[in-house]
């Protein structure tokens, strides 16, 4: 045999040499649950080890993180439900909690990237993306609480705007509505291909923002399907989207792989709460290790093509690499 593969495959050094692919604390995103008040952290039960934080005791936790080289992070916030109404107006109000705490982070830590959550399910007393009206939701009638929104946290100091809502139209609508009003510098991470997917529920459990009734179908992506991912992408980079995300990611790393294949912005992924809950419930059970079992998946995710990954294992993966 003149061919031999095992041949760089002898030695540690070599292996190390001809890595293809490459991952670091550079390419991770955490995501961090808001909460209003003092001295919270409240674990969440259906995802260990992550917590929803009153923003005095997350900026600690935050400088740990960047310590370990994590530099960017996804807010979400934890609404109580007597703020919530149809029109989602507690996401803009002067007194949101959360808005707040982006200024409160951004002014202890300049250096670091913030990116919200825009949607109206986190305000809305139906819990669904969009307005709703007669048991649909509304598309268009959406838009405006969209922009109100972003609006309201690029005020606020957000780096990055998440749409995450997957209302037809959004991007460009907010991008208009950014740019009118003199933040032409914040960016647009759209949740290009969002699927109805069966791996958000500890999520929604810590935001407590389950659908009152109904389900997503309607705005959220079916599974099955590929094609129309390159037409959502299509749709939000000629919008003004500057990257587009993947979500989940686990399941649809051949969603990263095209759309990585097809348009020359960033792609990221979101290794999702189902995704990540899986894990933590079969490593307690000892029938895998943690730290190999994550490595492996996120390192799948950068090889099929995400430039950045928002995955609740960020802590743990940064401290593994610092080891």
């Not at 061919?3 to 390419?27: C, D, L």
């Not at 707040?100 to 399910?121: C, Q």
Request: a negative charge; one cysteine or more.
């Amino acid at each position: 045999m003149h061919i031999r593969p095992r041949r760089n495959r002898k030695s540690a050094a070599i292996r190390q040499m001809v890595e293809e692919t490459k991952i670091g604390a550079e390419h991770l995103i955490y995501p961090i649950f808001l909460k209003d008040g003092k001295n919270i952290k409240e674990e969440i039960s259906s995802l260990p080890k992550n917590y929803r934080w009153s923003i005095d005791q997350l900026l600690p936790e935050l400088e740990a993180c960047m310590k370990l080289g994590i530099m960017t992070y996804d807010m979400f916030p934890a609404v109580d439900d007597h703020l919530k109404d149809t029109l989602a107006t507690y996401s803009y109000a002067e007194e949101n909690f959360y808005l707040h705490a982006i200024r409160k982070i951004k002014e202890t830590f300049p250096e670091i990237v913030l990116m919200s959550d825009v949607a109206m399910d986190p305000y809305s007393s139906d819990g669904h993306d969009g307005f709703v009206s007669n048991g649909r939701i509304l598309n268009d009638e959406t838009l405006p609480i969209l922009n109100k929104m972003s609006l309201a946290q690029a005020q606020a100091g957000i780096d990055i705007i998440g749409p995450s809502d997957m209302m037809d139209g959004r991007v460009g609508s907010i991008r208009e509505t950014l740019d009118i009003n003199g933040f032409t510098d914040v960016s647009i991470m759209s949740y290009t291909a969002k699927y109805a997917s069966a791996f958000y529920g500890p999520f929604r459990d810590a935001l407590n923002s389950a659908p009152k009734h109904g389900d997503k179908k309607t705005y959220q992506m079916n599974p099955a399907n590929k094609r129309e991912a390159i037409l959502e992408a299509e749709l939000d980079f000629e919008e003004g989207a500057d990257m587009l995300m993947v979500k989940p990611a686990l399941c649809y790393l051949d969603i990263i792989h095209v759309l990585r294949e097809n348009f020359n912005v960033p792609i990221t992924a979101y290794n999702v709460s189902g995704e990540c809950a899986m894990v933590y419930a079969a490593a307690e059970k000892g029938w895998l290790n943690y730290d190999m079992a994550i490595s492996e998946i996120l390192l799948s995710m950068r090889r099929a093509g995400a430039d950045g990954i928002l995955t609740y294992f960020a802590k743990d993966f940064a401290t593994l690499l610092k080891k």
